[in-house]
């Protein structure tokens, strides 16, 4: 599977940014897609995830109410929209999915994530 994310760029603290993650490849075989992000001098963390069938969905607390993430599994793209979004949103977006398998309990650990985009930069002035 192979992952491109497209979007980021600069936005004032309160406006709002839409990423978008194209898919290819054997994407059939995966359960989850989702967002993480890093901040430099830090770990990188859950976003948000949408499971490929049923369209479930779940959100880090940080951005809870503020993002949304959706797919379109006929182009095999995920989108994230990213509204109210504050100097602390600034950070490398990647994209990723995982090969398979994921219980919805996991979905959060970036450990079941195998396919990772080569990130997209979000910063937010404020």
């Known amino acids: 599977v192979q992952l491109q994310a497209y979007g980021g760029g600069v936005v004032q603290a309160g406006g709002s940014l839409r990423l978008s993650c194209a898919a290819s490849g054997r994407t059939l075989s995966s359960s989850v897609m989702g967002w993480f992000r890093q901040a430099p001098g830090k770990e990188r963390e859950f976003v948000a995830t949408?499971?490929?069938?049923?369209?479930?969905?779940a959100y880090g607390d940080s951005v809870k109410g503020r993002f949304t993430i959706s797919r379109d599994n006929t182009k095999n793209t995920v989108d994230l929209l990213m509204t109210s979004l504050r100097p602390e949103d600034t950070a490398v977006y990647y994209c990723s999915s995982d090969s398979g398998g994921t219980i919805w309990s996991e979905v959060k650990n970036i450990m079941r994530y195998t396919y990772w985009g080569q990130g997209t930069q979000v910063t937010v002035s404020s």
């Open positions: 949408i499971r490929r069938r049923g369209g479930s969905t």
